[in-house]
């Protein structure tokens, strides 16, 4: 009778055992589980930032100080070269670079180091550029005559934030599939179709011949220009699409935030 009360009391232990182990592997799991969704709520709140000025830089380039400025300080340098070589159409360059930073002779200086730059390899050097393990960088700037480079190609480095945020996202694709099916591929889809308008009208716009005539207000000849380069008239039919899965990220961040907390 005694070892078959010490066989039970065992079992019995065994099973108490087991089940702690296992409500505990339980709990575990929920604090990773809710962890990934805050981790997930910030990721979220980067890209729909992002969004949000990208669009706004497409739409109307006021609402970005630096960029304004770039736009006004071109638009009076293209009136100037106008007026010193007498004449009313003045050509405007916007090449693509590709290119790494590199120290010489091991000292803490650094020099750029401009790399071979092929027009069809121009939207895989951009996604490259993006990552977090890239040393190569692509840049483009709008040169009048001697000038300075103005950099109007702005929306782009918005663009690469996107593109940075999706990428981060697709950690967490289990998640965003439960809550949202088909978000994070219409996303990409997205991401695709506006990075090659934008590729291809700045290497469409890599010279340009300005009109100073055909303008009222000298502010509109920059505004054209930059028009030109980000490819606007194309890019309109998909700021409303845009805007819509921005709706849908702030749904999304808003139903993660709060099962993150329940």
């Not at 005559?145 to 190609?153: A, H, P, T, V, Y």
Request: hydrophobic fraction near 35%.
């Amino acid at each position: 009778m005694p070892e078959i009360i010490g066989y039970i009391i065992g079992v019995i232990s065994v099973v108490i055992a087991t089940y702690s182990i296992i409500r505990q592997w339980k709990l575990e799991t929920k604090l990773k589980e809710k962890e990934r969704l805050k981790k997930l709520t910030e990721n979220l709140k980067g890209v729909i930032n992002a969004l949000d000025v990208l669009c706004e830089t497409i739409e109307n380039p006021s609402t970005d100080e630096d960029l304004e400025f770039q736009i006004e300080a071109f638009s009076d340098k293209v009136v100037s070269e106008a007026f010193n070589r007498k004449t009313h159409v003045v050509e405007v360059t916007n090449p693509m670079e590709r290119y790494r930073w590199v120290e010489k002779g091991g000292e803490e200086k650094k020099e750029i180091e401009y790399l071979p730059f092929e027009k069809g390899k121009a939207l895989e050097y951009f996604e490259a550029s993006h990552n977090e393990s890239s040393k190569e960088h692509v840049s483009m700037s709008t040169y009048v005559g001697e000038s300075i480079g103005f950099d109007l190609f702005v929306p782009m480095r918005y663009l690469s934030w996107y593109y940075g945020g999706l990428k981060k996202m697709e950690e967490f694709t289990d998640i965003i599939e439960n809550f949202s099916g088909g978000l994070l591929n219409e996303l990409k889809d997205r991401y695709s179709k506006i990075s090659e308008v934008m590729i291809n009208s700045a290497l469409e716009s890599e010279k340009l011949k300005v009109n100073i005539k055909k303008f009222k207000k000298s502010q509109d000849i920059g505004l054209w220009v930059y028009h030109q380069i980000i490819g606007y008239e194309e890019l309109k039919q998909h700021l409303s699409k845009l805007n819509n899965l921005k709706m849908r990220l702030e749904k999304l961040r808003n139903d993660v935030t709060i099962s993150s907390y329940a």
